[in-house]
């Protein structure tokens, strides 16, 4: 099983980025598949989630601002992320949890400048 999450880059407050998490086989398979954020000197935290039945749940900091969402026929779980802010600044990761272990992507970093 393997996860490649990509999409990270430099934006300006206010801006938005799409990452993009690519898994290897069914998408489908993986309950709950989710983000998470590490910014510099903090604990990775919850960023949002998505069942495969439709299910989203989302961190407060993030509700009204980023969406995920999944594409099955590309096997890629997405997070749109707008009205960017600085701290949203952080490596994200994806996670995909599959008969009660979890997967992780590599990180991909998201800087927002101010």
């Known amino acids: 099983v393997q996860l490649q999450a990509s999409g990270g880059g430099l934006v300006q407050a206010g801006g938005s980025l799409r990452l993009s998490c690519e898994a290897s086989g069914n998408i489908l ?3 709950p598949m989710g ?3 590490q910014a510099p000197g903090k604990q990775r935290e919850f960023v949002a989630s998505s ?3 439709g ?3 989302y961190a407060d900091s993030v509700k009204g601002r980023f969406t995920i ?3 099955s026929a590309n096997n890629t779980l997405y997070l749109q992320m707008n009205s960017l802010k600085s701290e949203d600044t952080a490596v ?3 996670n995909g949890r599959f008969v009660g ?3 992780w992507g590599q990180g991909t970093l ?3 400048s101010s």
């Open 101 to 103: 272990n979890d997967y």
């Open 110 to 112: 998201v800087t927002v």
């Open 55 to 57: 299910t989203t749940n």
């Open 69 to 71: 969402s999944r594409d």
């Open 51 to 53: 069942r495969s039945w």
């Open 29 to 31: 398979r993986f309950n």
């Open 92 to 94: 994200y990761y994806c």
């Open 35 to 37: 983000w998470y954020r």
